[in-house]
């Protein structure tokens, strides 16, 4: 038995800068393909105050999830832990994540006590992620390397990985409509064939 998207509630986080731009048509391609059987929430990381790391440790000394920064993390990280299932969407950038998108990974420390697996806790444990990433190059020795960083984050985090789903050689938002509708496709599919908890 699986579990319909409609059942879902998928958190799309977006870490470009650039509103209109790639990756957001990506995330909007797999909004359109789910249609209303969904529960689709949006948070854009542009338009928050996501402070870097400060390496203080005062989540792993206190309680976990607590972070002493006073920033809009906090809510993000309260609505990755709420979601069912997260989509981290983010434009290539150096071969990696965008700063945005890097600073509020390297965040998720306060969501694991010790140095990952074998955990003695984690807020995402089991939790179902997937990677979205437009590039304007090529897929092989160029993102390859953001899917290494994404599969240690998950490893590291104890979560699930739905799929990376990487769609190259992007120029303009409505030049990759098509190819971002097929990627979108595999996406509500992969998430359609969840197993129900």
Known sequence: ???AVRDMKILGVMGSPRLDGNTSRMLAAFHE???????LELVN??????????????CQRNTLGECLQ????????ARI??????????????????AQMKALIDRHY???SGAGPPFSQSLMLNKPIALAVTCEGPVENNADLIQVLFDRFTTYSGSICVGKYILPFCTTPNDIADRA???AIQMVKDFAS????
């Open 45 to 58: 990381l542009t338009s928050l105050d996501i402070n870097g790391c400060l390496g203080c440790k005062h």
């Open 33 to 39: 393909q789910i249609g209303n059987e969904h529960l």
């Open 181 to 183: 509708a097929t990627l």
């Open 1 to 3: 038995m699986v579990r």
């Open 110 to 112: 306060c969501m694991v």
């Open 70 to 77: 006073n920033d809009d993390t906090s809510t993000v990280l």
């Open 194 to 197: 969840l197993p129900v908890k």
């Open 81 to 98: 832990r709420n979601a069912d299932a997260v989509i981290y969407a983010s434009p290539l950038y150096a071969w990696s994540f965008s």
